[in-house]
């Protein structure tokens, strides 16, 4: 008895690779590395992370100090001091305060009365020195404006030492009024605090700084510090030096105040080219000093400042003016939109620039040309819907910039919205997100940019919405006062000097993505969201920035309201890397040891690659569909020995769900080739027979051994498929064509044969001979000349009908004169009585021309030419021209067809069946096996010539499948006998049809001799024609 045989035994993957790993392994060695990796990070992040800490609590907290101190010496000046005191008693004080706190600019008072007096360190700052001109034995500068007994304003500035020897005093008419300055009218509004303002640029030297300013007791003088903004970087810098980490200071808006990072240098201005002038304008150049000239706060990125300092397209616009024409300009900042317009109208501004005329005259003054253009448009929430008008927000709250000169018309047109005048740009998107709000509204330029510098999602800026997209004034002008109007003419030639270049190059330094914008505003979108969660204030937090993951630390440093940040920044890749450094010392010394033990591990896993390698060959079997090909890999890995059975399963799986989609797209193919055969009663079973011809023709031509045949092969059953495929769907495009087109047997057919309406007009013909016959009877005529005429002009109608139904059917071709007596039966009138235009659908009535009650017999009307409705417009290399109409149904134009019963317009129609061929094929996502089938489906229209449609493909270019598919589509046309048009042909008729477009290359010589010898026609016509159509021999 036969010994059944053992089963081989198995052992799971992990048992394998586990036994085999543990050989090789240094368990202990990368247990100890994994240990001392761990602590070593631990140990270093938590120091590195403490330390920054600290650092970040020492830096905020000494700012806070900064800044109470700062309060409190402005404060106690205010209180210990007299500003009027006419033997200068406050001189020692200020002094002293400036001795002590060596971090000050300057310290300074301005009264009600608009005297003003300031006391300069010279020491604050390395460049301030030369700055102002200064020698080295200078300590202070002293500056005093005050109002003369003769009206003028006099400014005195003097030099002065350490013992207060004044070295130097220069005088100057000044145009300064400290009452008008954003420090005086802040403090003066808030009696009872220490301000402390935005950054602005000092009038004294052009260096940017903040002010701490309070009223006096008396409330007759405001007392002031200076802080110079680069002390606050130097603080920084200081600190940070040899941290890791990144330090910004900066306001709630987001403009910084300082940071750790180096100031990036600013494109320079072009050069541009002195303004050609007169001597009279040069010599008004000349005497003019500094012209005062507005730069407001925060309308970024057109006119605003950073730090105190003007920026924007605007002010090099205006820069660029200056420097064309010689006009010095002294900006005037810190102030909002609606002071500068009340100084320039009170004459405290020379210049008001970025504003449209109006004339109301919000602004007094002569205006310049525009100086640029901005579109208006209304920032609103992405969940909005489509808005067109601005009323479609009455009864909701619209933000706008305070002052501006469109406030009044929108309150006037739009009383049913409220406008909320907002200080600035964040303002306004705050109370957007909040919800606040359902718009805002200002120049798109300006929307924009306050979007992207405010990292704000789920807004979008409207531009086409009434009345912004109806002729709204969008052009900004210069404003100057006055007594500068003999200054327009040459700023409006400056203007108009400066070329596109040089304005393309202002749009992509401030409206393009250029650094300019991005300087001075925090970088990270992390810090308006720490900003907005007070808990998460003193503390780190782990976030992510531009660089990745980092730790941030803010807080607030002001020692009053929240309004100015500390942020400190520190990159995890930076924590990180002190970390990197040793751990990859101790892993590279642990790999040296390990290296020798890799060659073994290596070895130690052959069974299972060389297992995993076969599966991998079996799985790219699968890939290429090769599934008869595929074999079980054998293992003594269980598992390994499972996958390959699932594999196999898979892949029987796969073959199986294969064919049955294969079938399912073969039936829905077939089902709409059905379809459209069943569409007329015609052409039931043209799209059925077709593929037989073709394949009977290919499988011949892949059998002949002849040279034309030699090369021709189907690669395997997927490349039968597809051209088998491809000749189901060669006529997919006639599911577009009208039916009555397709089966239009006769020439005036059009749903139906309208013949019979022209019959019915010579009945009416007929009638009206027959009666005006017995009329003349009546009238005394001879009854027999009557009835004589009767039958004659009956008679002759008769020879016309059957003459005009003739033409109809299209069975003999039209001459000329044929088409000359048709016009002349036609012209033959008859009277209507009824009404025409009454009972006739919508789009009848509107083709419908004016028509009399005597009408021709035969007529071609303007109703009968039927227009596009949309333009033929083929993409895929079509080359069909078009006829002007869809349709043209008139009747001597269709019975005067000269061949067949179609117009030029049917018969395009028909051929267009090739160009929805080709758009549904094209549009369909078809497989790699498959993707032939767009284009040997729609080219059995060609010709050898080069001359078939749609896209005359020359001869060349057509495969040996695509020729076969236009022999079975022609010979199947040919010897159809459910055609209207035309009669069955019989084989022999069909055949030299056929061999006269072999002659003219209408279809391929080879192809179709192979056809005939092969028998292929008596083949399909024993199957599938008459046998009254079978009148040629086999020739076997």
Known sequence: MTQPKAKKQTFSIRVTIGSLLLLVTALTATLALSIHYHFIYQTLEEHQLEESSTVAENVSDTMKET???????????????????????????????????????????????????????????????????????????????????????????????????VRKAEETLSGYFPSLRPWYRKAHAQADKVIKTEPYIFSQVAVSGQTYATQNASGTAVIGIDVLLSTLATILNR??????????????????????????????????PLLSMTE??????????????????????????????????????????????????????GLDWSELVSQFNNDKLDALHSLQYHKDGYAKGVFSDPIFSLPFGILVADNLGQVNDLKAFNGDKLAILSGWSIIPSLKKNYPEIEIIEVSDSFEGLTLLKTGKIKGFIDTSAILEHAVHQYFTDGVTVIEDI??????????????????????LPIINRAIRQINDTQKEFLLAKWLGDSSATKHRVIPHAAFYDLMASP??????????????????????????????????????????????????????????????????AWLSGTPVIQAIRSLKKETQKIQHRDYSQLRPVKSRIREISQLSSSVEEMANQLQAHEKQQEALLDSIVQLIARAIDDKSPYTAGHCNRVPVIAMMLAEAAEASAEPPFSDFRFNNEREKREFQMAAWLHDCGKITVPEYIVDKGTK????????????????VLWRDITIKG????????????????????????????????????????????????????????????????????????????????TQTLLK???????????????????????????????????????????????????????????????????????????????????TLAGKGYPRQIDGSELSVKERILAIADIFEALTAADRPYKKAFTLSKAIAIMEEMVTNKHIDGDLFTLFIEQNLHISYAERFLDRSQIDVENRT
């Open 67 to 165: 800044d109470t101190r700062m309060r409190n010496i402005a404060f106690t000046l205010a209180q210990v001091i007299d500003p009027l005191d006419k033997n200068h008693q406050w001189l020692p004080a200020f002094l002293a305060t400036l001795e002590a706190t060596p971090e000050l600019y300057s310290v300074f008072f301005g009264t009600k009365d608009d005297d003003f007096y300031q006391i300069i360190n010279l020491d604050v700052e390395q460049t301030l020195r030369k700055s102002m001109d200064a020698q080295p034995d200078d300590r202070w500068v002293m500056v005093n404006v005050k109002q003369t007994e003769g009206g003028q304003r006099k400014k005195t500035v003097s030099f002065v030492s350490q013992d207060l020897k």
């Open 239 to 272: 600190t940070f030096e040899e941290q890791l980490s990144e330090a910004y200071v900066f306001r709630q808006t987001g403009e910084l105040l300082a940071d750790t990072h180096p100031t990036p240098q600013e494109k320079p201005l072009p050069t541009l």
């Open 280 to 333: 009279q304008e040069q010599a008004l150049i000349e005497r003019l000093g500094p012209l005062r000239v507005s730069n407001q706060r925060n309308w970024a990125p057109i006119d605003y400042s950073v730090l105190g300092e003007p920026r924007g397209y605007a002010i090099d616009m205006v820069k660029m003016i200056g420097q064309i024409t010689g006009i010095q300009w002294a900006f005037s900042n």
């Open 466 to 487: 009434a009345p912004f997209n109806q002729g709204f004034e969008t052009e900004f002008h210069i404003a100057l006062s006055q007594g500068y109007a003999n200054l």
């Open 535 to 600: 808990s998460q204030h003193g503390s780190l937090v782990s976030t992510t920035t531009k660089a990745g993951n980092t730790y941030v630390y803010l807080q607030p440093v002001g020692s009053s309201s929240p309004s100015e940040f500390l942020a400190i920044t520190l990159p995890v890749s930076v924590l990180h890397s002190q970390v990197v450094r040793q751990v990859l010392y101790a892993t590279g010394i642990s790999a040296l040891i390990m290296l020798p033990m890799l060659w073994l």
């Open 748 to 763: 005036l057919e059009a749903n139906y044969n309208r013949l019979h309406e022209i019959r019915m007009r010579f009945e």
């Open 774 to 853: 017995y009329i003349k009877r009546d009238n005394g005529e001879d009854e027999n000349q009557v009835l004589s005429w009767i039958k004659e002009q009956q008679t002759r109608l008769q020879e016309e009908f059957t003459f005009v139904a003739s033409l109809n059917t299209g069975d003999r071709p039209v001459a000329d004169e044929d088409i000359i007596k048709l016009k002349k039966i036609g012209a033959q009138t008859w009277c209507r009585q009824f009404d025409d235009t009454i009972g006739l659908s919508p789009v009848e009535k509107d083709r419908l021309s004016e028509s009399s009650i």
């Open 860 to 942: 071609d009307l303007p109703e009968h030419k039927i227009p596009r409705f949309h333009p033929p417009c083929y993409d895929y290399g079509i080359k069909m021209q078009a006829p002007e109409y869809l349709s043209d149904h008139g009747e001597i134009y269709n019975l005067s067809i000269q061949r067949g019963t179609l117009t030029k317009e049917d018969r395009y129609r028909i051929n267009e069946h090739m160009v929805s061929g080709i758009k549904m094929l094209e549009s369909l996502p078809f497989p790699d096996d498959l993707k032939q089938v767009p284009r040997l489906a729609t080219t059995h229209h060609e």
